[in-house]
């Protein structure tokens, strides 16, 4: 690895600060910085997070108040919304486009792209990523990725704004759709291919960015049984993009073929549009079902795991408390991300693939929820005994854990083949991963904002605004997606553009079955617009701290990890050309005898207390950590 | 703030739990053979979900109550862990989950790893962008072969059925799905564009139909009346009303009815959509 020892010659390793650009245009903009790097991938995710909710709001007020005029939509999208009514392609168009750009952009970008790029390198005690010129290129493709999807707003046809093919972009819809006249699956669908593509290989070079860093710049000292458990779940998150993601890619180029060149990799024969025969033959729907959710899956973890880390380390932090089971944890991420690569079959219980192929991975897929299981007892086990201190970070974790449960226990259900034979494709589903690698993952980056914006910006964010911002959006979410449990029991179907007409006043519905649900959706459409409004206090704390908010010190929160020793913000190579020396575990807190009640990783030996700590059990082969268990 | 954490997370499990046990949203009535074991396991499941939610987050709440941090002298509980309650609730929930695992697959071998049982009826299921076409043999009980290149929407020849065919003379394609009561019936799923799905809450089934693909599925219903087909997966911007009917029909008007020949037929289910209105009280 001749690049990474380089880089270190070059970036200080104890000759020195290396120094940083000064001009405006290599600091902040192409920067190599991964520091720099990690605000940008936070602020595409900001923009993106917007978009993506503004659309999720259109979608709740078609489907709540379908034949409503909206004048503001009708001059906006004079097409879409002709006199203000949103049509049911421009429906369609809003669930595509808030999925990919959720998906991708929001929840693959922010905690890796963003809180890895920024703080693993700095945790591990490394001055850059190994390769920062290929971090800085893999940012770039990154906004490439999100400026073709824009572009598909404006490029899809009039009449919507995006494909309508939904974000997973099912075939033959999907890559024959413009031959059977439906609206937006022309050029909408290419540039959204080639959005996705574009996404991939960014996605690609950071993975291996992330592997290499990890593996080969960790400091003296940081043995991989010392890193944070943060570092852990971005190493795993690489691990699981690097695997999935080329099969994404390849799925998406074979597509775009069958879109435009006539192939029919997922398009069999003998479709018709009613009048004449399409040319395609031989290719297969299933496949393509096959391939996406052999990305997919992994991409639910890719999503939540960082959120794991994170909240891992800021439960810890706040409870005073070291990690309970730092090894269990490790070990379950690992099973988790491993598991992950066996149950995609769970989305296609209904698809027409064989049954036994369904029933083996109805068994897999609830295996997973062991892992999962597992990290919840070890949370609660770091609260129980905690000395919690109530910032607005650690409120976000703990909402993290809480809604992780509430998301993620439902996959018992959704997880059985039987039961999918009337929850697949319903509400149901909606309520559960929007739970769980939607808002969980989202308040694991809300928690991390809080939580590193200090060290970002030199600035804290806000307390009593960040609080005020937690308690709107954790009611909000739970009234959101709990009832939409319910609308899936009664048997409401996904991706539908409305459910009643109200026509003079009379409403009808187009299925009686779902009439139970009114007062469900009229609920869910009003808890949505409140808890995204609520956003705000976000946004205008984010950007008021960002240049008036209280000054930071070094450690605000008193914690342990490598991040706390250095600069706020820290210095281009990061430790200001020392070398930070490692001598023990991440999460040392409450240790007895200590002079604080949390002692750091650099913290030498001979000041710290005469106690065996638990990396150093490690280092020194004496098995689990778990000797010095208190609880006996 | 720790103590106002606490309460929220009991009333909302409260809240939640609730929700599922007051009854206002759940399944509609199960009308098929499988229906009572499937509402069963969901039960079942519904149960052990609703106990782990339900403890995990009253103990997350108790957590945030009791240990918030109020300036005690002394410092948390210095613990890395226990090796031995890892151990246990990893084979606990091992255990749990596993066994949901395995009484979960009862339905599904019921249904899909048995053929459908001799003499069932069969109905050919040809989805196309937006309805649902159903294709019955007719008294000769042999279905008429179709072509793609015999599609015409003009002529009302949804599905191409060949009327070079002699065995397609006899057969008819309706909009409503016609079954027996109490007889096993097998669908043969298709689809002549996108991928649509069969979707009936009170049968508890639901099946994609696949352009390439005959999905062979087959089940029993029990309970006489008239019942709302719904599509599952998208397939364009009508999929919201991708509307039809399924009857379940007494054996001896079901009998009736398929001996017909076409304009028969489809004049006799006229009267029989009328005579089993659909329930529209849920």
Redesign the interface.
Known sequence: MAEPEVTAEEHGGGHGAHHAPTGFVRKYIFSIDHKVIGIQYLLLALFSVVLGMIMSVLMRMKMTWPDHAWPLLGTLFPEGAPGGVMTPEFYLSLVTMHGTMMVFFVLTTAPQGGFGNYFLPIQIGADDMAFPVLNMLSFWTTLLGLMVLVSAIFASGGSVIGPTGGWTGYPPLSAVGHLLNVPGQGMGVNLWIISIAIFCIASLLGALNFIVTLLNLRTKGMSLMRMPLTCWAWFTTAVLALLSFPVLLAAGVLLFLDHNAGTSFFVPGGLSNGTTVLDHSGGSPILWQHLFWFFGHPEVYIAILPGMGATSHILSTFARKPIFGYRAMVFAMFAIGLLGFFVWGHHMFISGMSPLTGAAFSVLTLSIGVPSAIKTFNWLGTLWGARIRFHTPMLFALGFVSLFVAGGITGLVLGQSSLDLSMHDTYFVLGHFHLVMGVAAIFGMFAGTYFWFPKMFGRKMNETLGKIHFWPTFIGVYSIFIPMHLMGLVGMPRRYSQFYEVLGGKLTWIYNFNSPTYPLIQFVTWAAIITVSAQSLFIINFFWSMFKGEKASDNPWEATTLEWITATPPPHDNFGGRVPVVYRGAYEFGVPGAPEDYVMQTTPDETGPNVAYAGEADVQGRGSSNVHDAHG | ??RA?AV??WV?TG??VW??LSG?????RAISEHGPA?DQ??LL??I??GV??AA??I??GY??WR???TG?AT?????????R??IL??II??AI??T???L??????G???TEAPPGSAQVHVVA??FQWNFHYPGPDHVFGRTR??K????TIN?I?LDSDDPASKDDTVTQTLVTKADAPVQLI?NS????H?F?V??L?????A????D?KVHFTPKVVGQY?I????????????M?AYMLVLPADEYDELVAMSQADFNKRVTELVKKYP???N?
């Not at chain 2, 206002?24 to 509609?28: A, G, L, T, V």
């Open positions: 703030m720790g954490l929220f997370l909302m809240l939640s929700m599922f206002r949203w759940w399944f509609p499937y396991q969901f499941t519904i052990v979900v782990a939610f995990a987050q103990a997350l957590a945030v240990f918030a941090d005690q410092r948390a509980v210095y613990s890395h862990g226990n090796n309650m890892e609730w990893t929930t091992a989950f596993i949901l695992a395995l979960g697959q009862r339905v599904w071998w249904l899909h790893m196309q962008q793609p290149e599609i015409s929407d003009e949804y191409g799923l002549r564009d996108v991928t799905s979707w809450p009170q508890r089934f639901k099946q994609d696949v352009p390439g693909l999905v709302e719904a599509c599952a997966e998208l397939c364009g911007q009508q999929h919201y009303k509307r659909l329930n529209t849920f």
